[in-house]
T-cell receptor, first 114, second 114 residues
């Protein structure tokens, strides 16, 4: 079975600073990896996904993530954050083939301060 | 992409009553899911809504408590029955179209049970 661990429940950061939100997964099979963002009082929106190929994945709003198979990690990064990036971020994993259930991490609350 | 609407967007209900949440998608989808997101927590899959047959429930969730219908490929309902304050959550409808490389989420229904 797959599982996802988001290592930080909250990440406070100043505006224009870089940020990294950490995500580790465990799986005995190949996986697809996702990052979703949830703004206050809204549903989840896909930021980026890794299915195969290049391990560096670029998403919307200037975010990127790097798939590291040896460390089973999929950390999310942004070089310069804005106040509007304040939201909850969820890492998720799905079995690469034949599976249909997506497992979500506990979430990381990114709080960008002026 | 898929545009998902949910009704109601929020409700406050009395203990012991039931609430039916509707999920409407703007196009036919392969799979539909219902998730629960309790305050400050991640998403928990309740069930997969199957078109024309009984829903597939995850461990800890039962049909008597969370009956689900999916009469066609664009619509589903989730009923929260005999509610208690512990059912206070956000309930999210989610869909997958075609090949599974992205899930789309509705805006959620925020339920408060008094």
């Amino acid at each position: 079975a797959q599982s996802v661990t988001q290592l930080d429940s909250q990440v406070p950061v100043f505006e224009e600073a870089p940020v990294e939100l950490r995500c580790n997964y465990s799986s005995s099979v190949s996986v697809y990896l996702f990052w979703y963002v949830q703004y206050p009082n809204q549903g989840l929106q896909l930021l980026l996904k890794y299915l195969s190929g290049s391990t560096l994945v670029k998403g919307i709003n200037g975010f990127e993530a790097e798939f590291n198979k040896s460390q089973t990690s999929f950390h999310l990064r942004k070089p310069s954050v804005h106040i509007s990036d304040t939201a909850e971020y969820f890492c998720a994993v799905k079995k690469g083939t034949g599976g249909f259930k997506t497992i979500f991490g506990a979430g990381t609350r990114l709080f960008v301060k002026a | 992409s898929a545009v998902i609407s949910q009704k109601p967007s929020r409700d406050i209900c009395q203990r012991g009553t039931s609430l039916t949440i509707q999920c409407q998608v703007d196009s036919q989808v392969t799979m539909m899911f219902w998730y629960r997101q309790q305050p400050g927590q991640s998403l928990t899959l309740i069930a997969t809504a199957n078109q024309g047959s009984e829903a597939t429930y995850e461990s800890g969730f039962v049909i008597d408590k969370f009956p689900i219908s999916r009469p066609n490929l664009t619509f589903s309902t989730l009923t929260v029955s005999n509610m208690s304050p512990e059912d206070s959550s956000i309930y999210l409808c989610s869909v997958v179209k075609g090949d599974w490389d992205e899930q789309f989420f509705g805006p959620g229904t925020r339920l408060t049970v008094l």
